[in-house]
């Protein structure tokens, strides 16, 4: 599988979008990313063998620091097989999630 770095010189090139490193403005990541998913996933990326599937970027954020990637749903759908989750696992309690998220 194949991600779009955001921050690659090349990127910028070609789109004409320069979002810099880290990602420092949420406005210039959405319009690049919204250029990757009309250029390159929409008109199809044309490789089956490494399909490209999403972007990746490198945050700054608290608490989100480090190289994220993110999925285009389509893409996730159709190149990424989920398995049914181990016997062990049990549901996601919403509630306590919820919790955790605003004690954060």
Known sequence: ???????????????GVMIGSPVPRIANWRTLALWVY????????????LPLIGISYISTLQDCTG???AIFEER?????????????????????????????
């Open 38 to 49: 009309d250029e390159l996933i929409a008109k199809g990326d044309g490789n089956a063998i």
């Open 67 to 69: 190289r994220n990637f």
């Open 76 to 104: 996730r759908d159709a190149h990424i097989h989920r398995g049914a989750p181990p016997a062990s696992q049990v549901p996601l309690d919403l509630a306590e999630l919820q919790r955790l998220w605003a004690a954060a």
């Open 1 to 15: 599988m194949v991600f779009v770095d955001l921050e690659s010189p090349a990127i910028a090139a070609v789109s």
